[in-house]
């Protein structure tokens, strides 16, 4: 009797979860958490290498069923809650990496929430939609880059180290699935005057992505930018106002939106 609405897709694969577990690189000094354990197939799997494994699991008929397969375990805590709620902080003391099968209805909210509410996490391996783990990783240039790869790569370092057929699941998804690996740089990835006002830029830029540059600055919905002032940013910055913003790296959009930052403070 599973839930669709919760993405309620086990793993049966034993390859897959192995591989999960290699490419988290557990060792006796991690702390996991693990978000939606299910009925625990990979929980018992890193429980066997880590220090100690915190599953965090929403759906109420799985909490039974998870303290008794993991009763005669000291390392595994069960936690019945909500992954976009629960205070990760209090849960753990120090650091700590997330190993999820993630539920894909929430994939994007979890990761920016872990990756934008300053909670200690090292390291983030899951298993999210093929398509959503190429949009996190892409460089400049492609379809797939855009806020979800700026707003990752601007925290950590992304890579996609698998990918999964839906033949491994129960009940098998429709799509092909990805397990990522994101790397969290303590050190932002760039200099930033005000980082609000950097991913303002980075949405207003996005906004209609078949625009120019220009375009989309000065029509932007979270920012009221003058034409003027757009166009003397771009050229202090040395960007062609024709380009589209899905040619435009992190480092060109930071220095975008600093000069930008200035020429808008001075105005207001
Ligand atoms: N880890 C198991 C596996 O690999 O077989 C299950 C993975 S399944 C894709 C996702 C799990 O996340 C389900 O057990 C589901 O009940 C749980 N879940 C859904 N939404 C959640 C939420 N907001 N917080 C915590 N767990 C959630």
Same mark, same amino acid.
């Given at each position: ?18 591989? +999960? ?17 299910? !009925?625990? %197939?990979?929980?018992? =799997?890193?429980? =066997? ?11 109420n008929r799985l909490i039974p069923v998870l303290n008794e397969i993991f009763e005669g375990y000291n ?12 205070? $990760? %902080? ?7 990496? !997330? ?6 209805? +929430?994939?994007?909210? +979890? ?6 509410? @300053?909670? /200690?996490?090292e390291e983030i391996v899951v298993m999210v939609q093929k398509e959503v783990g190429e949009r996190m990783?892409?460089?400049? &240039?492609?379809?797939?880059? &855009?806020?979800?790869?700026? @707003? ?8 996609? %180290? ?7 699941? #129960? ?14 740089? *303590? ?9 609000? $006002?950097?991913? *303002? +830029? ?16 000065? =029509?932007?919905?979270? #920012? ?33 939106? /600093? ?7 001075? =105005?207001?």
């Open positions: 009797n599973l839930k669709k609405s919760l993405g309620q897709n086990f793993l049966i694969d034993n390859n897959i979860l192995d591989k +999960i577990v290699e490419t988290a690189n557990l060792t006796e000094n991690d702390t996991v958490i693990e978000i939606g354990p299910g !009925i625990g %197939s990979l929980t018992q =799997k890193m429980a =066997k290498v880590a220090n100690k494994v915190i599953a965090v699991e929403l759906d390392n595994v805590e069960i936690v019945h809650g909500d992954a976009l709620e629960v205070d $990760f %902080s209090q849960l753990v003391e120090g650091s700590f990496k !997330i190993v999820a099968n993630l539920p894909y209805y +929430i994939t994007t909210p +979890i990761i920016m929430r872990l990756l934008e509410e @300053g909670f /200690n996490v990783v892409a460089s400049p &240039g492609g379809k797939d880059y &855009g806020i979800l790869s700026i @707003g990752v790569q601007y925290h950590t370092k992304a890579e996609i %180290s698998f990918i999964v057929p839906p033949s491994v699941f #129960i009940p098998q998804p429709k799509v092909e699935s990805a397990v990522i690996n994101l790397k969290v740089d *303590k050190e932002a990835a760039v200099d930033l005057i005000d980082e609000d $006002f950097f991913f *303002k +830029i980075v949405k207003s830029a996005f906004h209609q992505r078949r625009k120019t540059i220009r375009n989309s600055l000065t =029509k932007a919905p979270y #920012i009221n930018l003058s034409r003027d002032q757009v166009d003397q940013a771009l050229e202090e910055v040395g960007i062609d106002s024709r380009r589209r913003a899905e040619k435009l790296s992190i480092e060109q959009f930071a220095k975008l939106s /600093n000069v930008l930052f200035g020429l808008y403070r001075s =105005k207001e």
